[in-house]
């Protein structure tokens, strides 16, 4: 029998993937092995359609609410657009801008549903960044944000790239007036499972950002697997969060997850801890993505039963801080899941909930993935021994015509640069990133056993540990700090911290430098930027 053909005829990503030999081990999922075609529409949307739940609500957005029959109807509007005035073929990149919305999901799934590769990108990216983004996936059109046109039209512009640009704002706006003049394109593109669906980028800390690919059968290998065993979704969750959907932390959970498991998605560009919290109360979300700072502001601001209808909340993109963990435990009575992913595995590979949650841990690997903590050699280490961290599992790093590949990817594993131990029965402990890791005077410090540390003394609000040279010790341990106590009060709190922190742990891991901040700097997802903490 002769073997499906792709349909995607334009090549770009495809020919510049690393080369096989540089891939890393792929683990079969049952699943998603075997199929000779697979586009991620058909069971993130079409099926919804063909089983009759057209009439339950996919997502919502400020006072907007679409069925899945309406969403499905705009996206086979905006898909036929696509197709009929702008000649996008499957293959071509369409570069997505936009806040979290109901509008970005369904362009989404209108570059899926044709078989063209979406390249969703933060909101805050000015025009220098998206310029490097357009230079490394060749778009053959942009559909953004009416309010964030201008940093793209900069990006087109200097890039010397035609790159047709369609405007769209909350309902309306150009894309939605061409909608409405143009029939429904309702064939999905019959993608194979290896053909590309997205290209993702990391926020990388500096230099070039590295374009990371995934295919169809990742979407929803990623399903089958975090989706599956740590969520558990059905119908009736409302999922909301605050990763961007540029992020594939936030793409999986607030569009692939909900839309697999035929849930709702509630989508609003941006919130603060008080705007999250009553928009779970609002929504009656039932299950929460954030970070481990918005977990932490939310118990302090929690009243009544405004968690009321939430089943499970899931922490990740920083280190879930113990006092976090148990404030939280102690305010709703549930436990927070803790997940571990990266960009270049698409999503989650390690985590636990429920009655596998242990204190300190993240949890084993997610079923469908194996995960070793390896010496500098690529040799496993002893239980509770700090390694590098590797997974192997249905999805791994592809990057886009990048020699950081070879990095990543060694004898099959994804070597994610993260600093880990793991018990003898598989529990993962996070130490910190690999970059991260403090050496002071021939010691290994974590900078997230400090920072757990310190989050314990009362008039810590917020932390963050770093390393900062040293010509006596190599490295000494510098703690940035947000406190409510006045300026004044400060250098004896400094002294007050360090006492602390030596009474606790080991006295060597104490912070010989505490300097105060009136707020952390983090990215788009809210996760801490320690890379400006140690230019600082």
Known sequence: ??????????????????????????????DVSGLKTLNCVSLLLDRHISDGSGDRPAVRGGDRTWTYTE???????????????YDIKPGNRVLIRGGNSPEVALVWLAVQKIGAVAVTTMSLLRDNELRVIIDMSQPALAICETSLMQDLSLAVSSSGKDVPVIGF???????FDLMAEASPLTDTCATLPDDISLIAFTSGTTGRPKATVHFHRDVIAICETMCRHIIAPSREDV?????????????????????????CSVLNARYSPEQLLDAIET??????????????????????QSLATLRLAVSSGEALPLPVRQAWA?????????????TEMLHAFAGSTGQDVRAGFIGPAIPGY?????????????????????????????????ERQQAYVRDGWNITGDACSMTEDGYLAYHSRLDDMIISSGYNISGVEVENTLLLHPDVRECAVVGEASEERGQIVVAYVVTPIAAQDRAKLADNLQDHVKSTIAPYKYPRAVRFLDQLPRNESGKIQRFRLRDD
């Open 1 to 30: 029998m002769t073997p499906p053909v792709s349909p995607q005829k334009d090549r770009f990503v495809h020919d510049r993937l690393p080369p096989r030999d540089q891939w890393p081990q792929i683990l079969p999922l049952a």
């Open 71 to 85: 969403l499905n109807d705009r996206v086979c509007r905006a898909a036929s657009v696509m197709v009929q005035r």
């Open 169 to 175: 704002n909350a309902g309306d706006g150009e894309l």
């Open 239 to 263: 999922f909301i969060g605050t990763a961007p959907l540029a992020f594939t932390f936030g793409l999986g959970g607030l569009l692939v997850f909900p839309f697999h498991a035929g849930a």
């Open 283 to 304: 929504y009656g979300a039932t299950v929460c993505f954030t970070v481990p700072t918005f977990f932490q502001q939310m118990v302090k601001l929690k009243t009544g």
């Open 330 to 342: 102690d305010a709703t009575g549930m436990d927070l899941a803790e997940v571990l992913g990266s």
């Open 370 to 402: 194996e995960i070793a903590v390896l010496d500098d050699a690529g040799q496993k280490l002893p239980a509770n021994e700090i390694g590098r961290l590797a997974v192997r599992g249905p999805t791994g790093c592809r990057y886009l015509d990048d």
